[in-house]
């Protein structure tokens, strides 16, 4: 039976965010991001440094179009996403460090209500936690 998540700092809607996406801030961690545009475009959130110690959730609420992608990338720099494929283990991903790097649920693998947790570890890692749907580092 899966954890119960409670998001104290509630849940964003992103209806029409596409393209370079959103640089997210400490303010909105511990939030629940859902990407939810209906369009056939890619949904891109950037991470802030690892060493902030943030943690975010992703979910994807819409999946129409044959390319639509839910990006999870890191910023400029030396930070990672480390974790593995799928909630099952399935195989190692470890991201190259630096921007327009990071992980990603496609068209191809993603329906509606995959999503991840990211959480920092305070130096230059996020780790993947709560995975549903397939994964890929690119």
């Given at each position: ?108 693998t993603g329906i509606r209500g995959n ?24």
């Amino acid at each position: 039976e899966p954890a119960l998540m409670i998001f104290e700092k509630g849940v964003t809607l992103n209806s029409t965010l596409t393209g370079t996406g959103a640089t997210l801030t400490t303010a909105t961690s511990g939030q629940l991001h859902v990407a939810a545009a209906s369009a056939d475009n890619t949904t891109v959130y950037i991470l802030p440094a690892a060493s902030t110690k943030a943690s975010y959730c992703f979910s994807i609420g819409d999946i129409t179009g044959a390319v639509r992608e839910l990006l999870i990338e890191t910023p400029a720099g030396s930070d990672l996403v480390v974790g593995t494929t799928t909630a099952a283990g399935g195989t190692g991903i470890a991201t190259t460090a630096g921007a327009s790097h990071g992980i990603k649920n496609t068209r191809a693998t993603g329906i509606r209500g995959n999503g991840v947790c990211v959480y920092a570890d305070g130096t230059n890692t996020w780790y993947m936690q709560g995975i549903a749907g397939t994964w890929a580092a690119y």
